[in-house]
Structure formats: structure tokens, C-alpha cells
């Protein structure tokens, strides 16, 4: 007879034992995914200059040289920032940003923090893509290069020494021009000594040119976009020019580079087998910073 008794007198310290347990593991698990989700940010509310208002929201230079370098792909700092504009840093105690969000009412450019398996942190869009595109070397299937990038060359129809900063491709009349990377058009018209002349636009920072062509490609518009190695126009001989060649220019901040040497953008990915963690991610931070 005790023993029921002592059976129900248990069962019925289980029951509220139970539930408290369960209340507890809610309670647990509530704190847990809180605590992943309340990510630490900060943000800088453009009123004046991103320099200033970063200053003034307690975001190290460090952090704005970083935006800077991460946003010029699709941010024209000097054009595009409007009072108004948002950015936030999200995740940073004072180490590197988690993400970094952009948001202009209109337009969102958002990048995420990924560290490779060489431990090399970069930041990438939701698609997995880095921001900045890769860039050809070499725009056309040449011959052999004519000029090279110099600073004095003795110009053959001035007769005069001159600074060369491009590349002159000598090719067959009528070969493809490829763009270089991904861009947009800023340029295509006849230019005087550049001939039939293409600017395309990379970011903020890149600009190529490519000069004495026979022709444009059918449909290529100031404005529109284009995608590495599409191609743009035929090589020709058109402006200031003694021969078939393609005249090649590669600006960076305004300033033409050498482009056999200089130090080209080469786009990165999240590797695909971490691809569908950074996406979710990634849209788990999206949500909470909309
Ligand atoms: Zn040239």
C-alpha cells in the first residue's frame, strides 16, 4: 500500500519538474538564438561626409578606408553620397565588421566577412561574389605589342618624343575587342587623335579606353552595361594612327597604369561547399537590419 502512495506522491513532483525543465530549455534556447541574433552594430548617418559623420559615430578610420575600398565598386564616393545614406557596421568589436550595409533608400549594396582556408577575410556580396570584378590583361588577340607603356617614345607621325601611358596591340584589321571586365559605357565616339574611342567604367576607381577601332559593336550604348569579354568594337586604324592597332589605356583614380604590369582585380567566391551557409547567414542578417 505505501508504495503506490509513494509512486503518485513522485509522479506528482515530475509533472511540475517537467514542465520547468521544459520552460527552462525554451528559456535557454530563446537566450542562445538572442544572443546570436542581437548583433552588436553601429551606424553612420550621412549628414555631411562620410569621413565626418564616421568620426562622429565613433567609427575608426580604419573601418571608413576599409568601406571605401569595399563600396567604390558600386558606390561613387564623390557623386553618389547623399545626406540621408546609411551605412551600417554590424558585429565589430573591434575586430573586423561581420557585415557592412549600405542603404540609400533606393539602392542596398550589402557585403558579408568570409575567411578562406588560407585565413584570408574578404567580403562578398549575398551571391557569394566579391564586389570588385576580375580584369583581362590583354583586351584583344594581338600580334605583338607595338609600343609599350613609356614615358618618352619618338611619336611617328609627330616626329616628336612624346609619353606613351598605354599599350599599342598590333592586330589584323577587323579583330574583336573584348572589354576588359564587367563596366559600363561612358564613352563611344570618334575622338580625335583616339579615333573611334570606347571609355568603359569599373567601379569607381577604373576606367579603360580603347582607341582607333574600325567600329563599335552593334547596340553598345553610352550607359549600358557590359560583361568581361563581351565584345565592344573591331580594331582598326582610325584617328592619329599608322597601322592597325588597338590603343589601350588603364586608368586607376584618373591616372593611366601600366596594364601589363599593373596589379589587376581578380574577383573572388565562397567556395561552393560554404556557399548555402554564408547565403543563410547572411539573409539572417539582412532581416534584422532591413
Ligand atoms: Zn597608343
Given amino acids: 500500500m505505501p508504495l503506490p502512495t509513494t509512486k503518485r506522491h513522485a509522479k506528482r513532483h515530475l509533472m511540475p519538474f517537467n514542465i520547468m525543465r521544459k520552460y527552462l530549455l525554451f528559456l535557454l534556447a530563446t537566450l542562445l538564438f538572442s544572443s546570436v541574433n542581437a548583433f552588436d552594430s553601429k551606424s553612420i548617418n550621412i549628414t555631411r561626409s562620410l569621413a565626418y559623420d564616421a568620426k562622429k559615430s565613433g567609427i575608426s578610420p580604419q573601418i571608413v578606408k576599409e568601406i571605401v575600398r569595399i ?68 583586351p584583344v588577340k594581338y600580334r605583338r605589342i607595338s609600343s609599350k607603356f613609356q614615358r618618352k617614345r619618338f611619336h611617328p607621325i609627330l616626329k616628336t618624343w612624346l609619353p606613351h601611358r598605354a599599350v599599342d596591340y598590333a592586330a589584323n584589321k577587323g579583330s574583336k575587342v573584348y572589354a576588359s571586365a564587367d563596366g559600363v559605357v561612358e564613352k563611344r565616339k570618334y ?28 547596340g553598345l550604348r553610352v550607359g549600358k552595361k557590359v ?46 561547399p560554404d556557399l548555402r551557409r554564408f547565403q543563410s547567414q547572411a539573409r539572417e542578417i539582412l532581416r534584422n537590419f532591413r
Avoid: C, M
Fill in 227 to 272: 560583361k568581361k569579354g563581351q565584345v565592344i568594337g573591331l580594331v582598326g586604324s582610325t584617328g592619329r594612327s599608322t597601322g592597325s592597332h588597338l590603343h589601350y589605356e588603364l586608368r586607376y583614380k584618373g591616372k593611366r597604369k601600366n596594364p601589363l604590369t599593373w596589379h589587376l582585380p581578380k574577383q573572388k567566391r565562397v567556395p561552393a
Fill in 71 to 138: 563600396f567604390s565598386w558600386k558606390i561613387d564616393f564623390s557623386r553618389d553620397l547623399r545626406r540621408g545614406d546609411r551605412f551600417i557596421i554590424i558585429g565589430n568589436k573591434g575586430a573586423a565588421p561581420k557585415a557592412i550595409i549600405y542603404n540609400s533608400g533606393k539602392k542596398r549594396v550589402a557585403v558579408f566577412s568570409y575567411v578562406d582556408k588560407f585565413g584570408r577575410l574578404n567580403y562578398y556580396a549575398i551571391n557569394g561574389k566579391t564586389l570588385y570584378p576580375s580584369f583581362l590583361r590583354n
Fill in 191 to 218: 575622338i580625335g587623335a583616339l579615333g573611334n574611342a570606347i571609355y568603359l567604367k569599373h567601379g569607381a576607381n577604373y576606367v579603360s579606353v580603347y582607341a582607333h577601332l574600325l567600329r563599335f559593336a552593334r
